[in-house]
C-alpha cells in the first residue's frame, strides 16, 4: 500500500502488480480509501505534462470492508506502456466536491514499449495492402500522410492506425471518454479456430488487447493504443473475400445497424473461412460507447443466414451466474448506504417472488434512475411521426 503526502488519502494498486508494466498496455485496477464521507469523481491517471486518462469507477466491498470508517472506491483503466514511461504518475480525483491527488508508481520496460512499436509498424505495413475505401471500394493509394482512393475520398492516419473514418464520425466519436473500453481475451475455442486459420484475420470490434497478436487486425471505432485500423463495422474497409476468419465479440449489441454489420463481416469471409461471434442475450446496458440491440440465439443465427452453422450455444462465460453477479453487483454499487446494507442481507428466496411484492421495499425504490435504465426489465418508446 502506497501512502498519499495527504494522511487522509490511500492509493494501492493491485495490478500492474508491483506497478511494472509487462506488456504493450496494462489494465490498471486499484483503490482509493479517503478520511470523510462525500462522493468520489473525476478519477483519473495525470502525469506532470497533464497527459491525463480517466478511469471507471468500481464498486468494491473488499476494501469497503478492509477501510472500514473511510470512504472507499475501486478505479479501472488502461495504459501504454509507452505512455507509461512518460511518468511520475498521480492518482487525482474528486471527493465530496473537492480536488485531491495521490502519488502512484508505474513503471516500463523501455525496450519492450520499443519492441510494441515496431511490431505495430511492421503490422501496419502487412495491412495496407489490404485496404479499400469503405465509400467506394476502390484501393487506396499507398504511402501518403493521408491516404485517398482515386475517386478523391480522403482519409487519416492518426493514433499509429489507419484511421477510415468518415470525418463526421471521427469528429462525434473523438469527444467521447475511452476509459469504459471492451477487453475481452479469446476464449479456447476462438484460439482454436486462430490457431488453424491460414489467415489473415480479422478482428472486427478488438476493443483494447493486451495481448497484441502478430496475426490478428484489429479493427475498432475508436483509438486504442492496439487497434490497427479504425473504422466503422457497418462499412468495412476491406475487398470482398480478405479473411479466414472473422472475428465479432460483444460488438453487434453496439452498432446501429447489425444486419449491415452481418452483411459486411460475411462479404469481407473468404469462401469457407469462419465468422466467430458472439452477443449478449440477457445482459444489462452496457455502452462502448452506446449499447443498442441483444438478441436470442435464433437472432444471433438470422443475422448470419449467408453461413452454415457449425455451432450454436452458449459459452461457459455466458452462462447464467454471469448475468446474476453482474445484475447484483450494479444494483448494490448504486443504492444508498442503508439500503445497500439490507440488500445484501436478502436470501435468494426474498427475491425469488411476486415483483409486486417487492417495488415499495427501499432496494427498489431508491435506486437511481441511472441504474433502472442500465439494468431494466423492458423499455417504453411513445413516437409522434414526423410531418
Known sequence: MKQ????????????????????PVSVVHGWLAVEGT???DRVRLVNESGVTIPLALVNRPDVRAAQSGRATVGFSGWIDARRALDGPWTVRFEFGGRPHEASVELLADAAEADAFGAAKARKLAR?????????????????????RCANGHTFGTAYEAFDLRDAELRSQLDRLPVHDVSAHGYDASLRDLIARSTGPILDAGAGLRPDYRDDVVNLEILPYPTTDVISSAESLPFADATFDVVISVAVLEHVRDPFAAARELER?????????????????????????????????KNLFAGCEVEHLGVPASGRPIFLLSWMLQAWRSQLPPAAAHDFEQMRVAD????????????????LPEAANEELAALNVLIGRKRG
Open 268 to 300: 469481407v469471409l473468404r469462401p469457407g473461412g469462419h465468422v466467430f461471434a458472439a452477443v449478449p442475450f440477457l445482459q444489462p446496458y452496457h455502452g462502448y460507447p452506446h449499447h443498442y440491440y441483444n438478441m436470442t440465439a435464433g437472432g444471433l
Open 127 to 147: 495491412i495496407e495492402p489490404l485496404l479499400r475505401c469503405p465509400t467506394c471500394r476502390a484501393p487506396l493509394e499507398r504511402g501518403l500522410p493521408e491516404p
Open 351 to 366: 427475491l425469488a417472488v411476486d415483483p409486486m411484492m417487492l417495488v415499495d421495499r427501499p432496494f427498489v425504490r431508491e
Open 38 to 40: 462525500g462522493a468520489f
Open 4 to 23: 498519499a503526502a495527504s494522511p487522509f488519502v490511500m492509493v494501492h494498486l493491485d495490478t500492474p502488480a508491483g506497478g511494472l508494466i509487462t506488456g
